[in-house]
């Protein structure tokens, strides 16, 4: 696939994402490299491979869900850097 400076540009404007000359080049170089390699990995005979979700053998580990006591409000905040009331106080960050 064909990946131009005006494709990566043309990207970059729809993701809000301001690059130099210098970056677009850059980019249009390292995004061609990755799609060429897709590419050669598409080429692959992979029907006799088994699906696998991850390479190690993984299993869950499971406990009894039980009920137990929480911690008391004043142990809960006592290192919190702000608190307001029974919550903990956070900085603003919607404006």
Known sequence: MDITKNTVK???H???IDLCDKELDKL???LKSILDFID???ELDVKDVNAASHIL????VFREDTLSESLPLE???K???QKNDK???VPKVIE
């Open 79 to 81: 290192n919190a850097p």
């Open 87 to 89: 919550f903990f106080g």
């Open 14 to 16: 729809l993701a809000r």
């Open 10 to 12: 043309h990207v970059s």
């Open 40 to 42: 050669k990995l598409k």
């Open 75 to 77: 142990e809960t905040l």
């Open 28 to 30: 249009a170089v390292q």
């Open 57 to 60: 053998p993984l299993n869950n």
